[in-house]
């Protein structure tokens, strides 16, 4: 059972190029969401999809678009990389959104950008 | 502005000691309060959770104390083993609007054998 999947592992991009992270997952969980993980500031919220067919921002959108392409898969893409957003980025998904079951997070993709 | 802080940073404890971390939160709508443990190059993990109605949840070597009325919540680790070494988070959440996990800033936790 695979959980949640992220691709690719490592990135690197020079600044304005473009890229999609992609995520998808096989539990059949309704809600997914996108995180960057920063030294010295924990996780935070990219933009979350509550189920198949919506998306919304979180707490930094900033430079970032989503797509939910399906119940499994959510993508999320950089349009013009900066160097701040070199970082992290956690896919997680959880079974129901309105629910306090846990959040399963996939092994992240670490994005370096020049 | 981080809506939970956590503290400390870092941990160094010698195997079979206490671990322990703490965590604060000034939202009186959190409704729910993970801890995650996370290993370098893997993604965060449920650890244990609990919820404002209770004071003190356990489950095998880790408790999680909570202090409503002080808004403040821990997590201990009764005899750290090395295999503890790890960076840990505490989160909290509501069930409202996104219904995201707030993180703490992360401990990172080094037991010495």
């Known amino acids: 059972n695979a959980g949640v999947t992220q691709t690719p592992k490592f990135q690197v991009l020079k600044t304005g190029q473009s890229m999609t992270l992609q995520c998808a997952q096989d539990m059949n969980h309704n809600s997914m969401y996108w995180y960057r993980q920063d030294p010295g500031m924990g996780l935070r919220l990219i933009y979350y999809?509550?189920?198949?067919?919506?998306?919304d921002k979180g707490e930094v959108p900033n430079g970032y678009n989503v797509s939910r392409l399906n119940k499994r898969e959510f993508s999320l893409r950089l349009e013009s990389a900066a160097p701040s957003q070199t970082s992290v980025y956690f896919c997680a998904s959880r079974e129901q959104f309105h629910s306090n079951q846990p959040q399963h997070f996939g092994d992240g993709t670490r994005l370096s950008i020049l | 502005q981080q809506q939970v802080k956590q503290s400390p940073q870092s941990l160094i404890v010698q195997k079979g000691g206490i671990s322990i971390i703490n965590c604060a939160y000034e939202n009186t709508a959190f409704d729910y309060f993970p801890w995650y443990q996370q290993f370098p190059g893997k993604g965060p993990a449920l650890l244990i959770a609990i919820r404002p109605d209770v004071s003190e949840k356990k489950e095998g070597r880790f408790t999680i104390s909570f202090n409503k009325s002080a808004k403040q919540f821990s997590l201990h680790i009764m005899d750290s083993q090395p295999g503890d070494s790890a960076t840990y988070f505490c989160?909290?959440?509501?069930?409202?609007?996104?219904?995201?996990?707030?993180f703490g800033t992360g401990t990172r936790l080094t037991v010495i054998p």
């Open positions: 989160a909290a959440s509501y069930q409202t609007g996104a219904n995201n996990l707030f």
């Open positions: 999809s509550a189920s198949e067919g919506t998306t």
